[in-house]
């Protein structure tokens, strides 16, 4: 059985429009409710009308993504239960219209983090690209974390000094409004929000942070089982700790946890190639057969890493990742379960007309499309010689 192909669609907003992604030859559609604010009930109606909004463009809605999960639920702290009440309600509406597969990350503060939008490929497309000389800028000078250097290399030190001194106030500005991104469609955090926000996780380390997502899937997969809905955690992007926060959905091991310490049917993952890829100690083959049938939606990307860490995002067949590889071990999984596993060619590079559209970055569509053509490619080659 082959995977099912998917397209992240940001809603109305989103430059890339329905008609143009069924061109693309994708099959459905992963969305979600970005205008919802973090926490609250996702209401029938507008799911209902996200709904009708895609099948009126010849799609279906295949995957949610994200439900993002309120910093209280992540601190455990203040209103926590009545968010996770919330988080079991949303659950309910989107089963009550079919939606089957609910992506989120539990990664504290900041959703995926890059400081460079437009990295210029040798090709003349752009990428994204995370650098940690740019990050600690940032960190130290700009968002003035406490004690924020203790946590740098004298390497990196030295280089943040030079390029602090070099970047206009211009650039410094840019750098902040990279690094805090975020989702399209959501509200933009402040640098001072942020500094709050760190202040939540003073005193959380990453046992606590583990047990609160515990705590958390204990909550919600009985919910998920009863009304059908798998669940799909997406690892942290980058998969290492940043600005001083804990994270704990990086590596085999974080796996291992996650899916042995609530053994529901419903508790999966989003296997996530470029996320898991950005650092040296994962193999994502291991990791996809780790994981196995709790894989219940694929992000197809490459990364190419540098001596320092930092990382751009390759061309979805070149880079780090071994695609070739991956992709057989998740079509092996592919071919144990009844229903096609969703995957999507997550990020593209900017490239042709599009570099001269204003585009969601990683988002835009002529990127993504040569993605999910090489990679479909790529899995009917494999499916063929397999006799799958
Ligand atoms: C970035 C995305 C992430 C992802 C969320 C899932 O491009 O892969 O923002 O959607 O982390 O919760």
Known sequence: MRMRQTWRWFGPNDPVSLPDIRQTGAQG????????PHGEVWPVA??????????????SWDVVESVTIHESIKTRTGKYQQYIDQYK?????LAAYGLRIVTYNFMPVNDWTRTNLDYVMPDGSRALYFNWFDLAVFDIH????????????EVVLREVEKRFKQYTPEEREHLVNVVMFGIPGEKKQTLEQMRTKLEWYADIDHAALRDNLKYFLQEITPVADEVGIKL???????????????RIVSRAADFEYILSS??????????CTGSLGASPDNDPVQ?????GTRMHFVHLRNVKKDEYGNFFEDDHLAGDVDMYAVMKEILKIQQQVAEPIPFRPDHGHQMMDDLRKVTNPGYSCIGRMRGLAELRGLELGICRAEGW
């Open 46 to 59: 507008e799911i209902r009308k996200r709904q009708q909004e895609i099948e009126a463009g010849g799609l």
């Open 142 to 153: 700009l968002l003035k974390r406490k004690n924020a250097a203790n946590d740098y290399n």
């Open 89 to 93: 309600q949303t659950l309910r509406n």
């Open 232 to 246: 799909a955690i997406h690892p942290d992007d980058p998969p290492f700790d940043i600005l001083g926060l804990p």
């Open 287 to 291: 990791i996809a057969r780790q994981i």
């Open 29 to 36: 559609i992963v969305s979600a409710l970005h205008q919802i």
């Open 262 to 271: 609530v053994p529901a049917p419903s508790n999966g993952v989003c296997f």
